[in-house]
């Protein structure tokens, strides 16, 4: 595809149930990350893989999150026993190994946790 | 530490400059950037600055960087309307991108 592709768009959930959220990075892009975007808190860090390095988790808030990247390419984030704090935008982006390319965002996930 | 710091709302004329600032607090940082957010988008890349560089101009964009006091402006001549979006300054450590809160730029008619 041209650019970075997330799904779902929207998802809206109960509070304790599990949800699974899926990035498609631009082919040929060994980086991917994943930020989480709350109302007022800026774009939050939340993992980062690099080809078929060990992934920087360093971010994760909890251990109710988790991230896999499968084959070096579609990556999903797994958010256990959802909690209303949850509540927020996921945005993807991947990019080269290049130092200086660009991070290329998807649209994001907005994830509404009742 | 990783922080970056940029003011949470700016209003500019229409036509007139807008000038967003941001700090940083890590001087190893190689590359600053600034991102550019439409409602409901993701982000979009507009410019970025390598370290060593004091200016870039890129058509209506002015980056500049005041690596001593770790200090980050993006200046945007002639605001138009199509500008009114909020912009993130990110600063790359190793290979984390970390990202301030963003600036929303109002454009008053």
């Known amino acids: 595809g041209a650019g970075v592709s997330q799904s779902p768009s929207n998802k809206v959930t109960e509070k304790g149930k599990d949800v699974e959220l899926r990035c498609d990075p631009i082919?040929?892009?060994?980086?991917l990350y994943w930020y989480r975007q709350s109302l007022g808190q800026g774009l939050e860090f939340l993992i980062y893989f690099q080809g078929n390095s060990a992934p920087d988790k360093s971010g994760l808030p909890s251990d109710r999150f988790s991230a896999e990247r499968t084959g070096g390419s579609v990556s999903t984030l797994t958010i256990q026993r959802t909690q209303q704090e949850d509540s927020a935008v996921y945005l993807c982006a991947s990019k080269t190994g290049s130092d200086n390319s660009p991070l290329h965002f998807g649209n994001g996930t907005r994830l509404t946790v009742t | 530490g990783e922080d970056v710091e940029q003011s949470l709302f700016l209003s500019v004329r229409e036509g007139d400059s807008s000038v967003i600032n941001c700090t940083y607090t890590d001087s190893s940082s190689t590359y600053l950037y600034w991102y550019k957010q439409e409602p409901g988008a993701g982000l979009q890349l507009l410019t970025y600055?390598?370290?060593?560089?004091d200016m870039k101009q890129d058509q209506r964009l002015t980056v500049l960087l005041n690596k001593k006091d770790k200090h980050l402006s993006l200046r945007i001549a002639d605001t138009q309307t199509g500008d009114s979006a909020i912009y993130f300054c990110a600063e790359s450590l190793d290979d984390k991108i970390i990202f301030g809160k963003g600036t929303r730029l109002h454009i008053l008619p």
């Open positions: 082919s040929g892009h060994t980086a």
């Open positions: 600055i390598f370290s060593n560089m």
